[in-house]
């Protein structure tokens, strides 16, 4: 090695100090390695994600409505909605996730007709959690008429249009109601308070039941009271 070659790498040598000691790449704090570098995450798995979300949160809960009043309505009143049509009909024949001009599928002109087919309400039963209570099924039947073009880039370039492409999809709308006197929290329609039934004041505190029936002591209304006190059910004064 000649001495050009020396003073050369020395040279080298002190760049690459010099470098590694100037501001700014000095850094503080801990070091992660590999994993201080940003990861590119693909947009369509954010897409799945957010999805998910969505579909959980509005249409794979079942929920729990009030008890069935004789004489109210007792029919189906929830169609779907279309967007959950779509995101039934996606999960059925999928269009997304295709390849920029290789492989690509759109739908256009998308029509839906609903249709209820099923209606009918379940026997009393007790469920974990939720006690008794009654499952309402209610089956839907949507007619999707759309026309759907097909366009493929390679080989051999071509595009397809189908005018009259069309799905039929079964969504179900199940749900529960409570059976009884239950208290739906407040807030709630009827939560406005105990139901009240008129109660006369006793004409003696020292009136005598009649035979075989149990007495319980009953406050008498305050000064210009009305007279009515909260109807609750009891064992007292059963025969």
């Keep these: 090695m000649n001495c050009k070659s020396v003073s050369v790498t020395i040279l080298g040598l ?8 100037a501001g700014c790449n000095t850094t503080y704090g801990p ?6 570098y940003p990861i590119p995450v693909s947009p369509y798995l954010q897409d799945m994600e957010e999805d998910r979300f969505w579909e959980h949160e509005r249409y794979n ?3 729990v409505l009030e008890p069935l009043v004789p004489g109210g309505p007792t029919t189906a009143l929830d169609e779907p909605s279309d967007d959950e049509v779509m995101r039934a009909l996606e999960r059925a024949r999928p269009t997304e996730g295709g390849l920029p001009l290789l492989h690509e599928v759109q739908r256009n002109n998308v029509q839906i007709r609903k249709e209820l087919i099923a209606d009918y309400v379940d026997p009393v039963r007790v469920y974990p959690l939720i006690g008794p209570a009654q499952l309402h099924h209610c089956r839907w039947k949507c007619t999707v008429y759309f026309s759907e073009v097909t366009r493929v880039g390679w080989p051999i370039p071509y595009t397809t249009k189908n005018e009259d492409a069309q799905e039929v999809i079964y969504i179900d709308h199940d749900h529960l109601h409570m059976v009884g006197n239950v208290d739906a929290g407040p807030g709630s329609p009827g939560a406005s308070g105990p139901a009240t039934v008129p109660v006369s004041t006793p004409a003696s505190a020292s009136a005598t039941p009649p035979s075989g029936v149990r007495s319980a002591s009953v406050p008498a209304p305050a000064s210009g009271g009305s007279g009515i006190w909260p109807f609750r059910s009891s064992s007292a004064g059963r025969m």
């Design 61 to 63: 809960r079942v929920p």
């Design 14 to 21: 002190a760049a690459v100090c010099l470098l590694a000691a």
């Design 31 to 36: 070091r992660f390695g590999i994993f201080a």
